[in-house]
């Protein structure tokens, strides 16, 4: 659960800015530690961990944001 409030949290940053082209943020933990990034491009943000590694993307249509893990699965959806 924590994770995935991390996320959001990276998903509303990006959100909020305006972009022609992708855009990165790094994830960092309480100590500065770089544990991950979030990269927009579009209407979706997709999520990488310190490895690089995919690890799951929210994309957003209207008023909806679905959340999808590293395979593809739908873990969760949220309305504004």
Do not use: E, H, W
Not at 12 to 29: E, G, H, K, M, W
């Amino acid at each position: 659960m924590k994770t995935l409030l991390v996320f959001a949290a990276a998903v509303v940053v990006l959100a909020a800015a305006p972009c022609a082209s992708a855009q990165q943020t790094t994830i960092r933990d309480s100590r500065g530690s770089t544990i991950g990034t979030a990269t927009r491009s579009g209407n979706t943000v997709t999520f990488r961990d310190g490895r690089g590694s995919t690890t799951g993307t929210a994309t957003t249509l209207g008023n909806q944001t679905t959340y999808r893990n590293s395979r593809g699965s739908t873990v969760g959806t949220s309305a504004r």
